[in-house]
């Protein structure tokens, strides 16, 4: 077929469409289908009484042919009530027929074959009209906790019903089989204080096959086929388009109900299928980027990567981002491969998330890397590393240097990091503990970077852990002290240091993956949450509730501005040992906090300092230790120098007078 230029002026003159009514648009009274489709020679809208042909009562109910309108739209209006009935388009281009879903479908049938008209009123649990977003004033007060649909309720312990399902976010006050005590679930996540749950994907993919729930299947989910509809495995009925949107917004509604916000695992850098992705087959080549010699360019390391920087590709991400914030209240967006999107399309998400009621609270956060080169249109950048500073400040990126200075890099497994033994870390420790906002300024605020240390890629950090600490005994269920010192100091790092702390579903029990860092189709026994682990590591997960009350309590550990992260005055140290203090804002009922982390195999004793202009407290509590923490002072001491014991963070607070 003719090779027609998609970034020339001519055609993005020509074809972008600005109306926010592509896909079936439906009322009661009509059905109006509008597809962009610039250069098609003809759409046939199809029809049929199903999602597909195995299923009982399928039938074709005819087909219409659509008429061509403004900037290479086709469009149809039907009188009468289309709920729940299922479509196709058949596409002629110049070299054939393409058959295709909605690429704007908002439901679709079992496995995402057929688009269906779906009445979204109709979808909505009651009280919906009253569910909104939590309140978020900053991202950096949030706390996130990241977890998968199934792995979250799959095990046999769990004590939710909903195995595997958005149901069982609706499930309240669970409890670990055979408990009264121990919450699973929900319950779990309140107990512990996390702000933020982050849904790997829930968008539709495609790699579990929804026609076959009895089958043992498993996948994260990076494979997207329907950016706008709900994945159909993890609802109760796959086969009919509404049952999954409306249990997808049960689940939101509860969560939010409980006060926890939901972040939406987003990954628009590729599509599943390359040309035989919807997008391929309803605007040939428009929406991949290609390399010179015309094959799909690979950015992704998925086969194909989007060309977020043409007009209608950067319309869909947009309109689809703003979908899922109006119609199913999403708290916030995770983008998978940032760095394969351009920096213009990832500012104008944030532009248009601050336009809506309340969006300046929506986070935004992306993984600032792709898997290879990308190839982005001459004169536009991607949403990199490297780019960083041309994003909106509220704009973030998992940090990747904060990670691995903790821990050790996650591509060799014998790495270390500060907490198991690298005796190199001290100075990336300190900037990771600044956010990177500190003199050594990669990002422009707090509220630009993840600190993290542990997400759903690469080993957990208890395997990492298994791996580097004694690793002649590699046993991932022993509650080995040296790796649990090694993890409890990780854990007072990130939720010391400046930007939005982040963690792995589980990392607060020592979850373990047994040693498979790429789990991404490993069965569900691998994945599953092993909530009895809650027995067995009770104390790390107290000791993690308690960071998170510590976190809480001071306003300065979450500063959206990298005002403290200027404020941090870093004592003299040997190596192995970083310590700051950071003095409280007005609000603040701790006057000062200290932190000091040990990573030696020796007691170490820190003199404490501040800036000259500020007075040195009298009074110190620890507020944590390598045993404890929370809200209740375990000792006082009256003196600025402070001994801490060899693997443990110490985290102190001075009263005001
Ligand atoms: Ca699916």
Known sequence: MAVINFDSQEFEGTYSYGGSDLGAVYTKKETTWKVWSPGALGIRLQLFTTGSDEEKGSRALGGYEMRPADKG????????????????YRIRHVDGVQETPDVYSKAVGVDGQRSMVVDLRSTDPEGWDSDCRVYCESATKAIVWETHIKDFSSSEESGMINKGKYLAFTEENTHLKDSTVISTGIAHIKEMGFTHVQLMPVYDYATVIEAKPNKEQYNWGYDPMHYNVPEGSYSTDPWHGEVRIREMKQMIQSLHKNGIGVI???VYNHTYESKDSWFHKTVPHYYHRLNQDGRFSNGSGCGNEIASERSMCRKYILDSVRYWAEEYHIDGFRFDLMGVLDVTTMNQIRAMLDSLPNGKQILMYGEPWAASGVVLRPGEQPADKRYVRRLDPRIGIFNDDTRDCIKGSV?????????????????KLKNSMMGWCGPQRTVRVPTQTVTYCSAHDNSTLWDKLTNTVDESLRDYDYPHP??????????????????????????EFARTKYGDANSYRSDIQVNKLDWKRLRVFNDLTRYYQGLIKIRKHFSPFQDATE???????????????????????PEDEWKMVAVIANAGRKPYEVELETWSYIEMPETWYVMANGEQAGLVPLKEIKDSKIEVPARSVMILAAPKA
């Not at 870093?570 to 804002?585: D, I, P, R």
């Open 264 to 266: 939406m695992d987003v």
């Open 411 to 427: 591509f060799r497994r014998e790495d270390t990091g500060f907490i198991n033994g690298n005796k190199t870390m001290d100075w």
């Open 563 to 585: 005002k403290s992260a200027q404020n941090m005055y870093f004592s003299y140290t040997k190596e192995q040992v970083v310590a700051y203090t950071l003095a409280g804002n």
């Open 482 to 507: 040296e790796r649990l010192a090694a993890n409890k100091m990780a854990a007072a790092i990130v939720m010391t240091s400046q930007g939005i702390p982040f963690l792995q579903s589980g990392e």
């Open 73 to 88: 739209v086709w469009q149809l209006t039907l009188k009468g009530d289309y709920a729940g009935v299922y479509y196709v």
